[in-house]
């Protein structure tokens, strides 16, 4: 089977699972308030005690590629997404971003959707292709000068641009030179970050080097379900081994061109729950912690990559470590940005054999196969279905973000944090007999049992000081196209007209009150 096809059988008996787990069907959607009786779920009484602070910044996120299109406008380059996209095969209904929300064009107006709904900051990402076609070199001044304008117009709106410099579209041109696994893009990368902070640098203050550094290295060079789609398990250390010593080398060189800058994270981290209460599974949800929530977090703050991470040394030496790397990786962060989505259930799997073939994989979401994830980590992660599940096949368990943001909390020195992303996938569209509204209910209600966790986190201590709902519009999903809505805005890809979803009309009062509104 291709790595979509095993992607959408596995979604379509998500899909059938979710179907069944949601009570009520289409009259659910229309009736937010969900029977405390639901496993996970937290009861109204809980959201009425969520005040968050006045100055909390409420936000969206977007990423270049899954939004702009415009893919070969004003001078930018060719991405690993682009080519990938346009070879058979790869994407649901064969969808390309060549277009996308045309949000290259339609900024303005996109951003009087985040001004209306009372949002106060907006993580978008910059297309490395647009600002250096083929990855080195100077600057095409026609792509900084988009971006340039586009921050202007976020500052007029009284928006905080919040700057993510790599959200997986890396120039064909790198790839060419053997991609993440090369180590010399440690170098390209940061020369890149610095031409970002020297024309940017003036009015972005808040920078993230790397979306989701695990997810695209393992999904691109270790089962190759995107780009540039290697099946290799030690190209993915090597590329990891890259991305470590970039993020520190970009952080310094962000810093060098700006010294207005503060430099963070947008990392994917999920609790990871053993599977059983045995001594070998809790021992794999350790390393799976110390891979897939804090493996770049650690080696950013300490300089060292977490001692449980792996189940003997041998990794070190695939990954080409050189002594000398520990000063390159460390650049302790000023705040700490992760995304939540769901959480994960880890069992031991460090007697069997991974075959590297047979799991299904998405953004978001991991059923490794029965061998588990990858030789060296000695574990198998699978979604949990205890509670109801989105469209997308991913369980909706709001006590995941409590848990992950105590621990981040705890073992980090309390940082500053920013939720970089959180979102869920309905596919509620307009409804003409009700004026074209989008009755969206079952995400309000995620949004709102989220919400109601993350403020009980910061009553127990945790200082989150932003919010960023994945995301301003429906967009491209990846490997699954045009076929998933994770927007609080709806898009019809015909016309490119936005319908603002109860949803997102929901979360703007939640903006401009700091509460979680019930009714
Ligand atoms: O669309 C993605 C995004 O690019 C990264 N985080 C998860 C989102 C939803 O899958």
Redesign the pocket.
Known sequence: MSPMNRRNFAKTSLLAAAAAALPGGRAFADRPAMPATIPGFIPTSESEKAQFPDDFLWGMAT?SY?VEGAWNEDGKGESIWDRFVHAPGHVKGSDTADVACDFYHRYRDDIGILKKLNLKSFRFSISWPRIQPTGTGAPNMKGVDHYSQFVDALLEAGIRPFCTVY?WDLPQGLEDRGGWPNRDLAGYFADYAGILAKHLGDRITVWAPF??PWSFTFFGYGVGIQPPGRRSFPDWLKAMHTVALAQGEAHRSIKANSAKATVGSAYEMAPGYPKTDSEADRAAAERYHAMSNVYFLAATMTGEYPKKAFLTDEPFQIMGYKSGDEKMMKAPLDWVGF?Y?SRRIVEDASKTSPVGGGGSF???GENDPPGGRDPYTGIRVTMASEGPLTHAGLEMWPRGIYDIVMRISREFNNPVIELT?S?CMFLDGPEPAQGGRVPDGRRIEFFRQELSELARAMRDGAKVRSFHA??LLDNF??GDGYSFR?GLTYVDFRTQQRTIKDSGLWYGRVAASGKLPTG
Do not use: A, I
Request: charged letters at 25%; zero cysteines.
């Open positions: 990423s899954q959200h979306n989701m995304h989505y998405d953004s978001e992303e979102g994945w995301s999903e990846w994770y």
